[in-house]
């Protein structure tokens, strides 16, 4: 199947179509695991479920989930850490079991062996069902980073100064303050995952989003790997899609 991309009539109903996607996926699956993602865009995706939750709409007790990613050096507890913002948005406000929820553990003495241990608990769980993938201004999902090569595992990275720029908001507006290194799940990791969702909003994202689906398959744009996964959707609204459908109808004439 072809990369399936939907062009939300606004950026609200992105979300929520987004929310909706996930939530199928959790009530269909009959071991439902996913993989999470972090950052703005999946706040309002996040508390979407949470307020089905509430409703008593959404059962998150069979669920397992493995996120993308986590700064390296950050405790669980630290405010700006990926597993503090999870439990902000959502773990800490639905029925998941603790032993379900993974997220890398940036603060793990040797990282490497975290990172394979991470790796072997998704294949334990019968690998990703569904991974939320968000986009990064360097073309990165995950903490992939160019160049990752689209056969790259879960491992500590380099973060690019945009990214430490780009995610400067949780650590005082300092991007020297933002961490130099993570662990992300790699490339080839998140390939794996049966089906792929990738949520972007807003203009800030127009430009890279057309590189990713439009340009050619590089480690440069660690994005544009979707492309080659057999069952991936795509939600944009207006502005995400703007360069993309303008470089589309281009290309067609
Ligand atoms: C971080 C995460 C990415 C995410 C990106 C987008 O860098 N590691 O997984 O896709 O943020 O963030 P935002 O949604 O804030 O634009």
């Known amino acids: 199947m072809p990369l399936n991309v939907i062009i939300a009539p606004d950026t609200a109903s992105a979300f929520q179509q987004a929310a909706t996607f996930l939530a199928d996926h959790i009530r269909g699956a009959a071991h439902p695991v996913l993989g999470l993602a972090t950052g703005r865009t999946m706040e309002s995706i996040y508390a979407l479920l949470v307020s089905d939750h509430q409703a008593g709409k959404l059962d998150f007790s069979q669920l397992t989930s493995f996120n993308l990613d986590e700064y390296v050096g950050l405790s669980p507890t630290d405010p700006r850490s990926y597993r503090h913002y999870m439990q902000e948005h959502l773990f800490g406000h639905v029925n998941m079991r603790p032993e379900h929820v993974h997220v890398p553990d940036g603060t793990a003495s040797d990282l490497v062996a975290e990172c394979a ?41 380099t973060l690019d100064d945009v990214t430490r720029r780009q995610n400067a908001a949780m650590f005082g507006g300092q991007p020297g303050a933002v961490p130099h290194t993570a662990l992300t799940m790699g490339v080839g990791t998140i390939l794996e995952a049966r089906e792929l969702l990738l949520v972007a909003t807003g203009s800030s994202k127009a430009r890279i989003v057309a590189e990713a689906l439009l340009g050619p398959l590089t480690p440069d744009i660690s994005a544009s790997a979707i492309r080659l996964h057999a069952n991936c959707t795509v939600i944009l609204d207006h502005e995400a899609a703007a360069i993309w459908k303008q470089q589309k109808s281009a290309s067609n004439l």
């Open 117 to 157: 241990a991470y790796e072997a608990a998704i294949q334990n769980e019968g690998g990703l069902g569904l991974q939320l993938l968000g986009i990064g201004e360097t073309g990165h999902i995950g903490f992939n980073e160019p160049p990752s090569a689209f056969d790259t595992r879960t491992r500590p990275v």
